[in-house]
């Protein structure tokens, strides 16, 4: 019924940029928040960046001055640009929308697939 198809990882050295996509498509109603986390081998997943409906942000302090969440016109398709890569931010970093869609009466929330992203010289 709901998709959220990620894009745009992959290895990129100390220092340089990135931007992850997120892209949701289905009979979605509303969607209330949107977020990107991430998850490195052996830790828990933590989140990394978040987006309200109104466009109010929240950051991780590991990656606060350094990333950026944002999202297009319609509002469906999320991007994390990050910037000044540092090996430690190596991990699968996977969206997550909490979303109504039409054939439901309360919200739930939506994982991507997750996508990988390794910091490396």
């Known amino acids: 019924q709901v998709q959220l198809v990620e894009s745009g990882g992959g290895l990129v050295q100390p220092g340089g940029s990135l931007r992850l996509s997120c892209a949701a498509s289905g009979n979605i109603f509303a969607i209330y928040t949107m977020g990107w986390y991430r998850q490195a081998p052996g830790k828990q997943r933590e989140l990394v960046a978040s987006m309200t409906n109104i466009g109010s942000t929240t950051y991780g302090d590991s990656v606060k001055g350094r990333f950026t969440i944002s999202r297009d016109n319609a509002k469906t398709t999320l991007y994390l640009q990050m910037n000044s890569l540092k090996p430690e931010d190596t991990a699968v970093y996977y969206c997550?929308?909490?979303?109504?869609?039409?054939?439901?009466?309360?919200?739930?929330?939506?994982w991507g697939q997750g996508t990988q992203v390794t910091v490396s010289s």
């Open positions: 997550q929308y909490r979303m109504l869609l039409t054939s439901q009466n309360s919200p739930q929330d939506y």
